[in-house]
């Protein structure tokens, strides 16, 4: 799963958030809980600029204090990501992996394009396949 840490900043009656790991990621709300909604919103369009393959995510740090908060991403930002990093790790290029699938090149650019990815269950289950990756989906309430 893809998440940063959110450093929140109290500020008047309102909050504004940072996140240190990706420089210019920022927002604010008038609560904390507003203020970590719009966190989430910020950092999947702060991730979002990932489009480029040759695009380095950002490891996260960790950090202690109670003004950090764990943020993920909307799923149509971090699923797309976590493809490609998985891809990576493997040491995959997009065109060796998109022969494992039996797909083209530019299905799996588009498949690890965030926001742009709406993989079905078949398509992350092959992907898993392809990359010997567990494939886990949680439905949790």
Known sequence: MIRYQAKLHKEGSGYWVEFPDLPGC???GDSREEALE??????SLWLEDARDPRWEIPE???????????????????IPLMIRQARQRKGLSQREL????????QQLQKLEC??????????LAAVSEALDEQLRI???A
């Open 26 to 28: 920022f927002t604010q």
């Open 38 to 43: 719009h966190a989430r919103e910020a950092l």
């Open 60 to 78: 996260p740090k960790f950090r202690r204090g109670r003004q950090y908060a764990w943020v993920a991403p909307y799923e149509d930002t971090s």
């Open 98 to 105: 998109a022969k494992k699938l039996g797909m083209s090149v």
């Open 114 to 123: 965030p926001g742009k990815s709406n993989p079905t269950v078949r398509t």
């Open 138 to 140: 949680e439905l949790v």
